[in-house]
Each structure stands twice: as structure tokens, then as C-alpha cells.
């Protein structure tokens, strides 16, 4: 099951290796996640046209590989769905749900782009990296918010803005920052001292990076909790609907669970 909407901010808050809380601390993500745990075997898009809901490669065997809600009508894999009056309205409800959801989803993705770059620059910086790998850091960055805001305007939403081709990027700039840090450099800044000032600049942008996600992790628990409640609505909607599958299956896109993850 992957995440139906969080998914960028959970993943991305888990790229985080400087900020790792204590022991007896939950990871900012594991927060969110005893919140309200989202699951689906389906990748949203949302546009002018209405709700698309794509089957992920793993997703049941017998479900539609495609749903498709506008305006109270759905389609399996193409093929319009008869639906009763009452469905009509919930399938108006779920659509209209899920058009709510678009300021929330778009805050996390901000933030959530926020909290990765700023990490990486922070890294950087503190190692002593690169300029080329500052630039490279601020123009994806700036890219990224770019990709969100175009989306917000145009009033649509995809579950694949940050998917692998993304993830594939940041893990490659991540690895090339580690890889500009070579042995011949390392064996230079022991010998001049450059490691224990290297050392103090990394604890006081940690100690920093973690007194500013106090307020980022309060920030993103709102817009999480607020998902919660939409999707909670939603799928209680999809729970009523009367349409089922040629195999007598309710067609079951979301779940919805509080408390997932127990406290430590």
C-alpha cells in the first residue's frame, strides 16, 4: 500500500539524516503517521475533468486499473458505471472532498520541499561544500515550488509530483554532495583542524535545523489532521456507495486509520 496523499511529505521529511530526533523522540513523519495513517492502492490526479484514481502495480487482483468521478458519474477502466441517484450525490461528495483537500496537499508539499533543501543546504554549508552544489540545491529547490504553485493554479493535483523521477534527483545530489567530501580532503582538514570546525558548524545548524521544526512539525500535524478529516468524510462516502465490482466487491479506494503508530 503506498501513501494516497501524503506521500511526498512523508517521504521527503524521511531524507532528513541530520535531523534524527533522540531515542525516546517519534521522527516527525512517525507523528503525522499516529495522526492519521492513509493508504491506497491508487495514484490520484485531479484536474478540470474530475478525479482519476490509477491502480498502483501491486494493487489487487480484480480491481478496475482506472477510476475515473466527474460530476456524480464514474467510470471503471473506461466503462460508465450505472449508479443509483444517492450514489450520484456521494460520488459528488468524494469529488468535491477531494477538490478540498488541494490547499492542504499543497502546504505539505511546500513544506515538505522547505525542510528537504534546507537540509541539504545545511549540510552543505556545514560541511564546507561546494558553491556549484549550493546553486544546484537552490535551483531544484525553486523548481519544485514552481511545479506545486503551477498546479495549485491550474487547480490540479498529482500524486506523482514527487515521485521516483524526483526522488531518483535529490538522492543524486545528495550523493554527490557526500562524494565532493574525498579522502585526500579529509586527510587535509585533520591535519589543519578543519574536522573539529567542521564538527561545531554541523552541531549548531542541527541544534538550529531542530528548534525551527518544532514549528514546521506543529505546521504540517495541522494540514495532516485537516486530510484526515476530508478523507475520513470521503471514505465514509465510499463505504455507502451501493455500486459494486462484476465480483460483487464494494469498490474500496481509501482507508483511513487513526493512531497507527503507537507512542513510545
Not at 23 to 51: H, M, T
Not at 111 to 136: Q, Y
Not at 179 to 185: D, G, H, I, K, V
Request: proline fraction near 3%; hydrophobic fraction near 45%; aromatic fraction near 4%.
Amino acid at each position: 500500500m503506498r501513501s494516497l496523499f501524503l506521500r511526498a511529505g512523508i517521504c521527503l521529511l524521511l531524507l532528513l539524516p541530520a535531523a534524527a530526533p533522540a531515542e525516546d523522540e517519534r521522527p516527525y513523519s512517525e507523528a503525522i503517521q499516529a495522526n492519521c495513517n492513509i493508504e491506497s492502492d491508487y495514484r490520484l490526479q485531479l484536474d478540470a475533468a474530475g478525479v482519476r484514481l490509477e491502480a498502483e502495480d501491486d494493487a489487487g487482483e480484480g480491481l478496475p486499473a482506472l477510476i475515473a468521478i466527474s460530476g456524480g458519474t464514474v467510470r471503471l477502466d473506461g466503462v460508465p458505471q450505472a449508479v443509483s441517484d444517492a450514489d450520484a450525490e456521494r460520488l459528488r461528495g468524494i469529488e468535491a472532498g477531494v477538490r478540498g483537500m488541494l490547499p492542504d496537499m499543497t502546504a505539505i508539499a511546500r513544506e515538505a520541499i522547505a525542510i528537504t533543501f534546507d537540509a541539504l543546504g545545511g549540510v552543505n554549508a556545514a560541511l564546507g561544500g561546494k558553491r556549484s552544489e549550493a546553486r544546484r540545491f537552490r535551483q531544484m529547490r525553486e523548481d519544485a515550488l514552481a511545479r506545486v504553485e503551477a498546479m495549485e493554479a491550474r487547480g490540479e493535483w498529482s500524486s506523482e509530483l514527487f515521485g521516483e523521477e524526483f526522488e531518483a534527483e535529490v538522492e543524486a545530489a545528495a550523493e554527490a554532495m557526500a562524494a565532493s567530501f574525498t579522502p585526500t580532503r579529509a586527510i587535509w582538514m585533520a591535519m589543519t583542524g578543519g574536522i573539529g570546525r567542521m564538527e561545531r558548524r554541523m552541531e549548531k545548524w542541527e541544534a538550529q535545523f531542530e528548534e525551527e521544526m518544532v514549528a514546521r512539525e506543529a505546521a504540517l500535524e495541522r494540514h495532516a489532521a485537516s486530510l484526515c478529516g476530508r478523507l475520513e468524510a470521503a471514505r465514509r462516502l465510499q463505504d455507502e456507495m451501493e455500486l459494486r465490482l462484476d465480483d460483487g466487491r464494494p469498490l474500496q479506494v481509501i482507508k483511513v486509520q487513526r493512531g497507527e503508530v503507537a507512542a513510545r
